[in-house]
């Protein structure tokens, strides 16, 4: 909220004390003040009298003046178009210095000009609290201002404006004499608001009848006041409402919003004559609609509150008033409503209609129950003193201000061990005084009463927080938790993800974080997308309405901002949870574009394929435990997402894993890239997993023997199924089968191809024979020719 | 006789290189060589002649022998150099580096942070994104329809559930998990999501970490002490802190936490909005009413809370000037963050 320290300082004295210097203290007890801010800025600047005026004989829009500015007369060349003889002005003489110029002498069109008649607009006044009449000429002064005075302080422009953050506990804050008594107690220094008590008790018998039928208004006081006359407010108050940017309409309207600002109560006034009935009935349940103050049309929801009078809606409780019943300049009597309102209801229905209003701000934050009774005193007093009220009749009333103030106890112990401080009970007690809690003190049990504006304080720890911030935590020192010693560790999730990190970095890829929220066709599509996606019921847009049911698709919009950046070989990995209300999975997918280049004159350039991308998933999961006896890589022909003859489901154990290989190219054009090699691997089932663990195995010692063959099968006989085959000739005699070659061609039969293996015969308790090689090496070939119709290539 | 030897000797010295030398030892010491052809003449001789002859020739023999190592080693280390000096390559070329890449920017701050705590003897906590409406909001002391649910503007999924908007929901799972058991001292990192368009400061989507302690008698002060530490290790070692008062419905008494800034020495500049202080994480004492709800009694024990921006934390640490870049995935702003430490 806006505090001026002007309006703040009718309350409590701060004349010795610098804005800076209260925005600081303010900030250091828990009110962030974010802005310290003048109203008006201006150096040499006085007050004015416009002696001579007649039209720029040059100009269609200027005019030439002469300016009494008290000890001299200025000859002034001025551009407003409602400049005029006799009025009393802003003058800013040459060498002033204003927010956007700095004043010279200067000679417009023939003419000399000596200063400038400002607006306020150009002393920096904050906009919204302007006419439009103020933001397009010069501000018109009060004519019985003297001449040749300085013109900030003449005007209380000489003001600073406070831009407190309010945090949601602290609704007190809505009032400004809260905030006096926050000041008050933090400055010790005494707080004197103009309330006087009781002063609206008084008042002629009343047939006002005010009524609820709604348990979402508990309380509701309603006054009428028989006479006012409807003028310009006194100065002090425009200029206070105009400091905090709040524009100044009449003095009755004024009022209204005057008395808001200080004691936190909405109120709403009504033009007796324009109510259709002398009765005000707070209602929901209405299904219709309504014209509010400031001129739209607005449909009711059931569960709106609504002040009715003879059954036609008038307000939009909390929110707005009604367009039917407004103060305008005929306006001789009032009707004044003030409420408490469900602070929730105002919320929901403010938040439906999209209006955010000074009166339901206030309510949604919650109300002093007794500020009703504050406001209406102080509203009377200032319609009689302001708006020549008569005819005051009585308070009539619906439900009753509550008196019982809540008391609340905490112990010196109890604050100490909390704060971790050695706070005596003297600073406490007197803390405790200073917020008029009205502490009693009982074998350092502290009981206090907590006046019904401070709706935050309800058990012993608020109490110990005001002692806290009052002392401030500036001299606070430090410690650390005195308790058994813990082992600070990652769980067996939490460690897997840092080895996957870990390694997919020294593979060279890069990680990569993409947005959780994604559109609706992402979900549709990616490997195996979680059942069941879960959707925002208010997304930000249909981009982000749906939670990601797997990773590559929403990777794929990396892929494609780097490709159109001119970035197009690059390796990206995430590592992600994926979550739906019944399941939550973790996740690591990649994606390589374009090709490694190590060094490109050395020729070490690899191309980022099919193979790259399974060498990435064996070398992952052998890091990790598994053994790749138990990894399979199975063909994927009915993938729409992958390419279906150039990628694989991967299984461990039989059991689904993941999925690797080119993107399809149909999908690859639609996404708008190219050369794209990915895989995404569903880790969670790593976690329950059987993994090895590292174990020492002695060295072989024993010779090996290798021989290299090259053998012709039929092209569909996949690598794998031969490998299998050479193994199963002899388990413990044949340490690896190692392909060196894949060849097809015009050397092979069509329909043929040539694979080159590398055959290490190795026993691990004698040096082999030679016959015992020939055997093995015989039997070798025996079982390619049986089991895969193969034929030894002759080179 | 001495002819075939200071000849020999002569032969060997002249050889310029290897092949030379083996044509000299093959006249020399081969079967048909001068050294054989002079014992062959022993036949001719007489018995009493004959072993003054032979050990004669054999001096000879190993004479030149001898020579024609020391020449041959000469020759091989002469070869040799010749070798190594055709070895010469440009050193300047471009050299084929090991490829690596990065972590990425958020992951190494909020690895950095959990190093930290673990240290300090923290356990790692984590929950699901997908949260209930009661672990995110109720259990953490906001009930439904209070005010401070305006603070948050939630991404609902239905009624009953909605995705976390902070990781408070991991803090309230954690402690009904220890059923009243203490010491509970657990971060609790994750992705959180609120409503707000992106820019240049807002996220929709970003991450914190969140700390919490339950003990006996734990305090402000050992929170302060906690989080000084945290303010040295991660913006180094002449950071200081400071309390504001504040409110967070979590915790009672709530402070925000700044720290003097990094980049000015508290000083003032444009970081820091010429204040000298960064604010940088929301604590204060966990709240009695959510140690009660999850089965703590708050007369016996107390903890504190904390909660951070990693985003913040990483964009303050590195200069980033958008919190956009970290979801953009840029692969020239990720390689900034090849070399970490």
């Given at each position: 909220m806006k505090v001026s320290m002007q309006w703040l300082g009718r309350y409590v004295d701060?004349?010795?004390?610098?804005a800076e210097t209260l925005a600081d203290k303010l900030t250091l007890a828990g009110?962030?003040?974010?802005g310290v801010d003048p109203i008006a800025q201006g150096s040499n600047l006085v007050i004015g009298e416009v002696v001579f005026c007649e039209a720029h004989p040059?100009?269609?829009?200027l005019s030439i003046t002469k300016v009494n500015v008290g000890d001299e007369i200025l000859d002034i060349v001025c551009g407003a178009p409602n400049v005029a003889l006799g009025q009393k002005v802003i003058v800013a003489k040459v060498g002033a210095v204003l927010p956007e110029i700095t004043i010279k002498a200067s000679n417009i069109k023939g003419q000399a000009s000596n200063g400038m008649i400002c607006s306020l607009l150009e002393l920096g006044?904050?906009?919204?609290?302007?006419s439009d009449d103020q933001k397009n000429g010069i501000e018109v002064l009060d004519a019985s201002l003297e001449v040749g005075q300085e013109a900030l302080h003449a005007l209380g422009l000489d003001d600073v404006i406070l831009d407190i953050k309010q945090t949601?506990?602290?609704?007190?804050?809505?009032?400004l004499w809260s905030v006096a008594y926050e000041v008050g107690a933090l400055l010790d220094r005494e707080v004197k608001l103009p309330w006087q008590k009781d002063?609206?008790?008084?008042?002629s018998k009343s047939d006002l009848v005010i009524a609820s039928?709604?348990?979402?208004?508990?309380l509701i006081y309603g006054k009428k006041i028989g006479q006012v006359s409807i003028k310009a407010s006194p100065i002090w108050m425009r200029r206070d409402l105009e400091a905090v940017g709040m524009k100044s309409i009449n003095n009755v309207v004024d009022i209204s919003n005057y008395v808001m600002l200080e004691t936190g109560q909405p109120l709403h006034f009504y033009d007796g004559a324009k109510l259709p009935k002398m009765e005000i009935i707070v209602k929901d349940g209405l299904n219709e609609s309504i014209t509010t103050l400031d001129g739209s049309d607005l449909p009711l929801d059931v569960q709106d509150i609504v002040i009715t009078s003879n059954n036609q809606a008038i307000g939009l409780a909390g929110i707005m008033g009604g367009e039917d019943s407004k103060i305008d300049e005929q306006t001789t009597s009032l009707v004044i409503e003030a409420a408490q309102f469900s602070p929730s209801q105002i919320r929901h229905t403010s938040r439906r209609v999209n209006l955010l209003t000074e009166a339901s701000q206030r309510f949604v934050k919650g109300l002093d129950p007794q500020s009703i009774i504050k406001a209406l005193d102080r509203a009377t007093e200032l319609l009689v003193e302001?708006?020549?009220?008569?005819?005051i009749e009585e308070t009539v009333c619906c439900g009753e201000v509550s008196k019982d103030l809540l008391k609340v106890s905490v112990h010196l112990q109890h604050i100490n061990d909390l704060l971790g401080t050695k706070v005596s009970l003297e600073t406490a007690m007197d803390i405790f005084t200073r917020l008029q809690f009205t502490p009693v003190e009982k074998d350092s049990w502290i009981e206090c009463t907590i006046?019904?504006?401070?709706?935050?304080?309800?058990?012993?720890e608020d109490l110990i927080e005001e002692v806290g911030r009052f002392i401030g935590y500036a001299d606070l020192k430090g410690s650390l938790p005195l308790m058994p010693t813990t082992q600070g560790s990652y769980d067996a999730r939490q460690a897997m993800r840092q080895r996957l990190r870990q390694h997919s970095v020294g593979f060279g890829l890069n990680e990569v974080i993409t947005y959780s929220l994604v559109h609706e066709?992402?979900?549709?599509?990616?490997?195996?997308p979680l059942e069941n996606p879960a959707s925002l019921?208010?997304?930000?847009?249909e981009e982000r309405r749906f939670i990601r049911n797997n990773l590559l698709a929403s990777m794929l919009e990396t892929v494609a901002y780097n490709q159109a950046h001119k970035i197009k070989d690059f390796g990206i990995f995430e590592v992600s949870n994926l979550n739906t209300i019944a399941v939550n999975q973790e996740r690591y997918a990649f994606v390589l574009s374009g090709?490694?280049?190590?060094s490109i004159w050395q020729k070490q350039v690899y191309p980022y394929d099919y193979y790259a991308a399974k060498g990435i998933v064996e070398r992952l999961l052998s890091e990790l435990g598994?053994?790749?006896?138990?990894v399979r890589f199975e063909n994927n022909e009915a993938s729409t997402f992958f390419h279906p003859l150039r990628s694989a489901i991967v299984k461990i154990d039989n059991k689904i894993f993941g999925v690797i290989g080119e993107i399809h190219p149909k999908l690859a054009k639609a996404q708008d890239v190219s050369n794209v090699v990915m895989g995404e691997l569903i880790i969670e089932q790593l976690l329950s997993m059987k993994l090895a663990k590292v174990r020492f195995t002695p060295v072989n010692k024993m010779p090996a023997v290798v021989r290299d063959i090259a053998l012709v099968v039929d092209?569909?006989?996949?690598v794998s199924e031969i490998e299998k085959v050479i193994k199963a000739v002899s388990k413990d005699r044949i340490q690896s089968v190692q392909i060196f070659d894949v060849y097809q061609g015009?050397?092979?039969?069509?329909?043929k191809k040539s694979i080159a293996l590398k055959i290490v015969y190795q026993a691990n308790d004698h040096t082999l024979s030679e016959e015992e090689i020939t055997q093995l090496y015989t039997n070798t070939i025996e079982a390619c020719k049986k089991g895969l119709n193969a034929q030894l290539r002759i080179a | 006789m001495e002819n075939v030897l200071n000849e020999g000797l002569l032969a060997i010295e002249v050889c310029q290189n290897l092949t030379d030398l083996q044509n000299v030892r093959n006249a020399y010491?081969?079967?048909?060589g001068l050294v054989q052809q002079l014992m062959g003449k022993?036949?001719?001789?007489s018995a009493e002649d004959k072993p003054a002859y032979g050990a004669q020739v054999n001096q000879i023999k190993q004479s030149l022998e001898s020579a024609f190592k020391l020449k041959e080693e000469a020759l091989q280390e002469a070869a040799f150099d010749v070798q190594l000096q055709k070895g010469?390559?440009?050193?300047?070329l471009p050299s084929a580096m090991p490829l690596v890449g990065t972590l990425h920017p958020l992951t190494i701050v909020q690895s950095e942070i959990e190093q930290f705590f673990m240290g300090m003897g923290y356990l790692v906590k984590e929950g699901p994104e997908v949260e209930l409406d009661y672990y995110n909001f109720e259990r953490a002391n906001?009930?439904?329809?209070?005010?401070?649910?305006?603070?948050q503007d939630t991404f609902y999924i239905n009624a009953e559930w909605l995705?976390?908007?902070?990781?408070t929901a991991i803090q309230t799972r954690t402690l009904e998990a220890y059923?009243?058991?203490?010491p509970v001292k657990v971060i609790c990192p994750g992705k959180v999501f609120r409503k707000d368009d992106d820019d240049a400061t807002h996220s929709h989507q970003f991450v914190q970490i969140e700390g919490l302690v339950v003990g006996i008698k734990i305090s402000l002060a050992d929170l302060k002490g906690t989080l000084e530490l945290l303010a040295k290790h991660l913006f180094g070692e002449s950071r200081v802190i400071r309390f504001r008062p504040s409110y967070f419905q979590?915790?009672?008494?709530s402070v925000e936490v700044d720290v003097?800034?990094?980049?000015c020495n508290g000083k003032g500049c444009s970081t820091c909005k010429q204040s000298g202080w960064i604010e940088i994480l929301g604590a204060g004492m966990v709240h009695p009413n959510v140690l009660r709800m999850a089965g703590f009694d708050p007369e016996k024990v107390s903890g504190f809370a904390f909660g951070l921006g990693v985003e913040r934390v990483a964009l303050l640490k590195y200069g980033?000037?958008?919190?956009?870049h970290l979801y953009t995935n840029d692969l020239r702003f990720l390689s900034n963050f090849r070399r970490f430490e």
């Open positions: 701060l004349t010795d004390i610098k009110l962030e003040v974010e040059q100009s269609d829009h006044v904050n906009p919204k609290a302007l949601p506990n602290r609704s007190d804050f809505n009032a002063f609206a008790q008084k008042g039928e709604t348990a979402k208004c508990p302001h708006a020549d009220a008569q005819l006046p019904s504006t401070r709706l935050d304080i309800s058990v012993a066709d992402k979900t549709k599509m990616g490997v195996y019921l208010s997304p930000l847009s090709q490694v280049e190590r598994v053994n790749l006896s138990r092209e569909a006989i996949q015009d050397k092979v039969e069509t329909g | 010491l081969s079967k048909k022993m036949k001719d001789l010469r390559i440009d050193l300047s906001i009930p439904q329809d209070h005010p401070a649910r305006d603070m995705l976390r908007t902070h990781t059923k009243g058991e203490i979590f915790t009672e008494p003097s800034c990094h980049i980033i000037d958008d919190i956009r």
